[in-house]
């Protein structure tokens, strides 16, 4: 391939104009554990498989999905260590926005932000593009949002998105079942038949997770007893 | 483009770079301006569910009130406030630089924040800067170990004690305290004497003034008693306005238009050129 010559170095454009690091920055993102968010008429679920590599781990110290402010929350797909350097990152801007003009910060602004970090790694020296990529989902005066970012630094605002391993059947279930006057409870059912579809083994409160924001503009991750009863109600 | 214009003052820490000019103003007679002070009473006591914390509400700028409801009581966590006496620009700096640190500690901790924790924050940032920032605080708040109240001095040293007060009212308000406090007061009785003392401030301090403020910290709940009391209300305004009788009276009622008086002058020559 002659783009291969072109694939070691991040800030080399190749041939055909791609940064190559960039897609495969998107292969690991690929590679990762499914996650997926649905915007509702009146809040926004956000949902990921919790596979973990042995039955020895503890589950309840993994936390996948993240708070960012108290109305904004975020799940991701790849590498769970540039995660959490982006959460802290993504945290600490929030904050600084809050003490200069005591306020909130909008969602927009937060993802653009965060953006901005991602894209600072594909055109800077000696570093390599972050192998994540961020469902932000959060409820301002703009009403529920949920935002894509990638590991290029671009953003989208999407209804329903879907990300990592399943990706394509996860996209095309959520076509079909996404209505625009969806509510936050359909919402939910909804992001668990889709995790579902591609679950290998036995899908319970302990290996998924599910984080939510209403019109309490409260994100809140569920607990797994309550991730139980959706479950109940699902079947 | 000049190095001088793109060398930043380096990172922390004061400039000291106009001291010497200020020197020479000072010598030849040119006053620095006066900055806004809390005169300031606060006080805190722990009492038998948590914290109770009080302050009056006058900022002073020298001699002149320049404030009659300012709100001492400052925001560090939902378990924890701070009371702020000296330079209210640094108070209300300090507290929200460390109310910041401690809700990005909140998140990567994901548990309620410690009372030491602010404790230290504000000690080490203070003492970093020698005394510079004149900030005398009363903190206090309720977290999992119990109950705490902390007074911190401007230069960076700190107390543990049950019942506390700062500011230029703080004998007025100590000799209550010390007089009246015991262990295990109830809720109501520890608001009396916290706005005694508050009262005692006020009334015989002058840097001290207008009303009290009080907050009520206990485990898993505050309240924030904004002007609980207010011992000096305004009395002079009245609200029927002030009427001025007319002194004059009216004998006579009557027009005379004044008599145009027009001369007209013969013309001359006319106006030429």
Redesign the interface.
């Known amino acids: 391939m002659g783009d291969s010559q072109y694939s070691f170095s991040l800030t080399t454009f190749s041939p055909s104009g791609k940064l190559v690091q960039i897609e495969h920055a998107l292969t690991a993102v690929g590679s990762g554990q499914t996650s997926l968010g649905i915007k509702a008429k009146d809040g926004v679920v956000i949902a990921t498989e919790k596979k973990l590599p042995s039955i020895l781990v503890d589950e309840t110290s993994v936390q996948k999905i993240q ?2 402010t108290p109305n904004i929350g975020v799940v991701y797909s790849g590498m769970g260590p540039d995660f959490r350097v982006l959460v ?1 990152k993504s ?2 801007q929030a ?2 926005y ?2 200069l003009y005591k306020e909130p910060i909008p969602v927009t602004q937060l993802v653009r932000e965060t953006a901005a970090v991602m894209q600072e790694f594909t055109q800077s020296g000696g570093v390599r593009p972050f192998g994540v990529s961020l469902l932000v989902a959060g409820f301002d005066d703009n009403g529920p949002q949920l935002y894509q970012v990638d590991p290029s630094g671009s953003y989208f605002s999407w209804k329903a998105s879907a990300m990592g391993k399943n990706v394509s059947n996860a996209k095309t279930f959520l076509e079909k079942r996404y209505t625009d006057d969806m509510e936050l409870e359909d919402a939910v059912h909804t992001a668990i038949l889709t995790l579902k579809e591609g679950f290998e083994g036995q899908i319970s409160g302990k290996n998924i997770e599910i984080g939510i924001i209403g019109t309490d503009k409260k994100f809140r991750v569920l607990t797994p007893a309550e991730i139980d009863d959706y479950l109940a109600e699902v079947e | 483009m000049s190095k001088e214009m793109v060398d930043l003052p380096p990172k922390g820490g004061f400039s000291f770079d106009l001291c010497r000019r200020n020197d020479m103003l000072a010598k030849k007679g040119a006053k620095p301006p006066s900055f806004r002070k809390t005169g300031t009473t606060i006080v805190g006591l722990i009492f038998q569910d948590g914290v109770i914390l009080g302050a009056d509400t006058r900022a002073t700028e020298g001699p002149i009130v320049c404030d009659k409801n300012c709100e001492k009581i400052h925001y560090m966590a939902p378990n924890i406030y701070c009371c702020g006496a000296g330079t209210a620009a640094d108070t209300e700096a300090v507290t929200d630089m460390v109310s910041s640190q401690l809700q990005l500690h909140r998140y990567h901790t994901g548990r309620e924040s410690r009372v030491v924790t602010a404790l230290t924050l504000l000690k080490r940032h203070l003492f970093n800067y020698q005394g510079h920032v004149q900030a005398a605080l009363v903190l206090g708040g309720v977290d999992f170990t119990g109950p705490h109240l902390h007074t911190i001095y401007p230069h960076g040293s700190t107390d543990t004690l049950p019942f506390a007060t700062m500011g230029s009212g703080s004998l007025a308000a100590m000799s209550v305290f010390e007089s009246k406090f015991r262990e295990g007061l109830t809720r109501d009785e520890g608001i009396q004497l916290v706005a005694e003392a508050i009262c005692s401030g006020i009334f015989n301090d002058l840097g001290s003034g207008s009303n009290v403020d009080i907050c009520v910290i206990t485990k898993g709940h505050k309240e924030y008693l904004r002007n609980h009391l207010l011992p000096n209300p305004r009395t002079y305004v009245s609200e029927k306005g002030y009427p001025f009788p007319k002194k004059t009276e009216v004998l006579l009622t009557k027009i005379t238009p004044l008599k145009q008086k027009v001369e007209i002058i013969e013309a001359g020559d006319a106006m030429e050129e």
């Open positions: 708070c960012l802290r945290r600490k904050e600084q809050h003490k």
